[in-house]
């Protein structure tokens, strides 16, 4: 059979290679160049040393604020939909606007952080080349990052004697945290609580444990996450640990526990990004949930319920800090300790509607509640009495805190977990 | 046969030059150059570099010529290796099912409406990616606008759902590069004269060996081009399997993620990005080789 396309393409002849070229000496020659610099470039440690001890952090402290002072300017980086908005226009900030009002520092705030991990990412380099972020304010999670932040000497150490609101409304409960003991580097800018979240509607009866997360009844429509420190510490409640004094041995039973509940098709999928919309939609019937998560849901029609099961649920913290490279450390001083004003920290809340760290921020909550109208009325008033939002002390005797990880501890816990949502 | 005196070879004509014109042309290319060393050459050799050294994060990393990582990284990920060549594969083929009809169509029926045809196609593709991706996921909810009235009339059973499964993330990464199939396919098909067409039906050729014997093989450049920039980025995606997926979809772009930013673990991202890289180049020779990338470059240039 003739081809008919080949008469359109000669074939083009070519003389083959007499000996070495002087082209192929030539890139024999860059072949060898090229890989001189695998030797050269690798990656410096940044490693410094931390300070310990009451005196030592104190010299520090002094030795970071000698001589600084305020500038007028503030730069604050924050999660994405973190702060208080005004309702006609959510890209005003009225208690940002309140604290220029009153203090005279002009603040650019952004909203562009996704998760630690790709913060990480993004500025470490920056950190490391010594050219500072452009930040003077940003939020951390209560998470290995933090540790690695401090580890790093990225963090300024925080001179407690300009943060008095802090000391003095600052709830007990979100002190004093394990990443961070006596808050040498951070104040809890918001907290939440990791539960259980499910539709009863769906589920058909009321979820109280983490073991009904392996109901054959749910089988295909659970929702679990592709992040390794929450999923371990949910595990390690699951089976009964307390995730602060767990030991790699119960993060193996933990993990034995995730791994049945994939093993039996419980999981529909493991998904930060999706979890919560799924659930909205009825595609889920149960999943792991922030507290806010909820509160947010059901104030746009969801009928969803959120459960601190009896083994334990997860308290977490975001938090405040100053980066060491800030040009405008002392107004971010200040709006830190702004923020720790009860009026501050309840209209926050009423917007982001996560735990407030500022216990005293209820009652006004309520007071505004009393003071509305209409709908308005009816999500204040559920804000103010809701123990999502203000933990009764019965839910906080059940909360737990997340296991804090040094480098080689992180290692093991990552091979554990990971390998569960990543297969 | 003509033939053409070509005096844009120096043998041939002795034209006057000025001298250093001879450079012009490497000058002439030397910002492409730069171009290729600034954006490719230099991070390739900084991945490979860093892939051989080992440390950790807060200590730094240091060249050890450590090659047993690409091993242990091989050996423990090859599952998701493997699956993210297959969905990538598997996605390729379906875009030039379903983009191959589409270009043809544009480019032979819709007449002088060609370029609002080809402007309508692209116009979701102003929407974000994860944005675009993400609405699947309302689409296809189990009791969503697409699903749920099938389900009310019994077509399907309760249970049946499309998103978490192996066939939402290749139907994710087909819609989402689809555009790269059907643009190239568009371009060759554009350039096929009309007059080979004809000639072809002068010839008593029925419609369908018009099509598989001129059309097809004239347009295979074109489906060369779009099976390139299609496979290699939908193989390494990590939105779709992360938005679409369900227990058993990650790709090695979610792992590679993971691995470079929550795990700090530069080596081995390093080194699996690399692998991949190589098991990309080693699928696109061979289906270059089997295709006969002569003809279809050839077919390409004329």
Request: proline share 6%; with cysteine.
């Amino acid at each position: 059979m003739p081809q008919y396309s080949t008469p359109f393409v000669p074939r083009p002849r070519t003389l083959p290679p007499a000996g070495p070229s002087r082209r192929g000496l030539l890139r024999a020659a860059f072949g060898a160049a090229a890989l001189a610099p695998l030797a050269a470039c690798s990656v410096p440690g940044a490693r410094v040393h931390v300070p310990t001890g009451q005196a030592e952090i104190a010299r520090a402290v002094s030795g970071f604020w000698a001589g600084r002072k305020r500038s007028g300017k503030l730069d604050f980086v924050n999660y994405t939909q973190y702060i208080d908005v005004d309702p006609a226009d959510q890209s005003r900030h009225p208690t940002l606007a309140a604290f220029t009002r009153e203090s005279g520092i002009e603040v650019t705030y952004s909203e562009l952080i996704d998760d630690s991990a790709s913060w990480f990412g993004k500025i470490q380099p920056e950190f490391a080349s010594g050219q500072g972020i452009g930040y003077d304010l940003m939020v951390v999670g209560g998470d290995s990052y933090l540790t690695k932040y401090i580890q790093l000497g990225y963090l300024a150490p925080l001179d407690h004697s300009r943060l008095p609101h802090f000391a003095r409304y600052g709830g007990a409960a979100f002190k004093n945290s394990s990443f961070d003991p006596g808050n040498v580097y951070t104040v809890p800018w918001q907290s939440g609580m990791t539960g259980i979240g499910y539709d009863p509607a769906l589920v058909g009866r009321k979820i109280t444990s983490w073991q009904d997360l392996l109901d054959p009844r749910l089988r295909g429509r659970v929702g679990m996450w592709n992040d390794a420190v929450q999923m371990g510490n949910v595990a390690l409640l699951a089976v009964g640990v307390d995730p602060e004094t767990s030991t790699p041995a119960d993060w193996r039973k933990a993990a034995a526990w995730l791994r049945r509940q994939r093993d039996a098709g419980m999981v529909r999928s493991y998904s930060t990004a999706t979890y919560q919309s799924s659930l909205q939609r009825g595609d889920l019937a149960a999943s792991l949930v922030y507290s806010g998560d909820v509160f947010q849901a059901n104030q746009s029609g969801s009928k969803l319920e959120f459960v601190i099961p009896d083994e334990g649920g997860l308290l977490w913290t975001d938090n405040l800090c100053i980066p060491s490279t800030a040009a405008h450390p002392v107004d971010a001083l200040t709006y830190m300790d702004y923020a720790y004003r009860p009026e501050v920290a309840a209209r926050i809340s009423e917007t982001v509607q996560f735990v407030c760290p500022v216990p005293d921020a209820q009652r006004i909550v309520a007071r505004d509640a009393a003071a509305a109208t209409g709908r308005r009325r009816s999500v204040l008033d559920a804000l103010s009495t809701s123990p999502l939002v203000f933990p009764t002390t019965s839910d906080e005797a059940k909360l737990r805190h997340l296991r804090v990880l040094d480098e080689e501890e992180e290692k093991q816990w990552n091979a554990l977990f990971e390998p569960i949502y990543q297969a | 046969m003509e033939r053409t005196v070509r005096t844009d070879l120096p043998g041939l004509t002795r034209r006057r030059r000025r001298p250093g014109a001879s450079l012009a042309p490497y000058w002439l290319i030397l910002p492409g150059w730069l171009w290729l060393a600034a954006f490719f050459i230099t991070p390739v050799i900084v991945m490979v570099s860093l892939s051989l050294q080992t440390g950790d994060f807060i200590d730094g990393f240091r060249q050890t010529w450590h090659v047993a990582t690409y091993a242990d990284v091989v050996h423990t990920y090859h599952v998701q290796l493997v699956r993210s060549l297959l969905y990538g594969a598997a996605a390729t083929v379906c875009c030039a099912l379903i983009g191959y009809p589409v270009a043809y169509w544009i480019a032979f029926r819709a007449g002088r409406h060609k370029s609002v045809f080809l402007f309508v196609l692209l116009l979701p593709f102003f929407v974000s990616f994860v944005i675009r991706t993400q609405s699947w996921n309302v689409v296809l909810a189990d009791h969503g606008v697409l699903l749920g009235p099938l389900k009310d009339l019994g077509l399907l059973s309760d249970g049946f759902h499309v998103l978490a499964t192996p066939y939402a993330v290749i139907g994710g990464l087909t819609y989402n590069f689809m555009p790269f199939m059907v643009l190239p396919v568009y371009v060759a098909l554009e350039r096929v004269d009309p007059k080979v067409i004809e000639a072809s039906t002068d010839l008593y050729a029925s419609r369908t060996a018009t099509f598989t014997r001129v059309v097809l093989p004239l347009s295979l450049p074109g489906v060369f081009a779009g099976v390139l920039l299609t496979f290699v980025p939908a193989s390494a995606d990590y939105v779709n399997a992360g938005i679409l997926g369900g227990p058993s979809t990650t790709m090695i772009g979610n792992i590679i993620q993971t691995e470079y930013f929550t795990n700090l673990d530069y080596p081995g991202a390093a080194a699996l990005s690399f692998v991949l890289m190589g098991a990309l180049l080693l699928a696109v020779f061979t289906y270059a080789r089997t295709l006969g990338t002569d003809e279809v470059l050839q077919a390409a240039a004329r």
